[in-house]
């Protein structure tokens, strides 16, 4: 009989354990994974874009609510800064591999080249694996309002430079409520954008997903 007794002691002191584990613990695990969240600063929403991906779907800003997402700006035939920008945003792809609140938005600048079964080639020739990464494509004027007007990330036609294009090696990240958001730096100001050629700033890439998650 006492033994039974103790045995039903440890199972209550086990039980108000993990009761006072939901109790406390819990909470301020959540609160702790707010408050980080909350430490990212919200840019502002992301601008509205209609555009067909590489699999010839419509995609737009609503398709991709519920998930955090980057976005970059490109075209296949770059030969300067693109190859590093699409690296870096591949280890990124990676990192969060088999999550389908992550996905990835690469337009491109030179629509009249990339068409969907271009940038559909181009996805698998350069390691895409996530089924969320959409490559768009649409119509010149409206991809260039929405990078230089919508995002403010800089895209422009240049006959004169390798390539005929420019335009910025930045990356946007978007939380699942669709808004534009970046980590605070210096003095508490907004990094706004990511360099996609810089590492260290994969890393902090990496790590405020996490956050938005």
């Known amino acids: 009989m006492m033994s039974t007794k103790k045995t039903n002691y440890s199972y209550i002191g086990i039980s108000f354990i993990v009761l006072l584990f939901g109790i406390w613990v819990v909470p301020k695990v959540v609160e702790r994974l707010k408050s980080q969240e909350e430490e990212m600063a919200l840019i502002g ?10 699999h ?15 976005v970059e700006f490109f075209f296949t035939t770059c030969p300067s800064i693109c190859p590093i920008m699409h690296e870096s945003m591949v280890k ?5 591999f088999g999550n389908p609140k992550v996905a990835f938005v690469s337009v491109t600048i030179n629509p009249e080249v990339d068409t969907p079964q ?11 694996t996530n089924t969320n990464w959409h490559f768009l494509t ?4 409206d991809i260039y309002a929405l990078a230089n007007q919508g ?7 240049a006959p004169e430079v390798e390539g005929g294009f420019e335009h910025s090696g930045f990356f946007a990240l978007v939380d ?4 534009i958001r970046s980590r605070l730096v210096e003095q508490g100001n907004p990094k706004i954008y990511y360099n996609g050629l810089e590492e260290s700033d994969m890393k902090m890439l990496i790590d405020d997903i996490k956050k938005l998650l």
């Open 138 to 141: 649409g119509d010149l004027k």
């Open 56 to 70: 010839d779907n419509l995609i737009t800003q609503n398709d991709l609510l519920g998930k955090v997402y980057v």
């Open 118 to 128: 271009v940038l559909k080639q181009y996805a698998q020739e350069n390691k895409v």
């Open 92 to 96: 990124v792809q990676d990192k969060y």
């Open 151 to 157: 995002f403010n990330l800089y895209a422009a036609e």
């Open 176 to 179: 699942k409520q669709g808004n």
């Open 45 to 54: 929403p992301v601008p509205e874009f209609s555009l067909i991906n590489q």
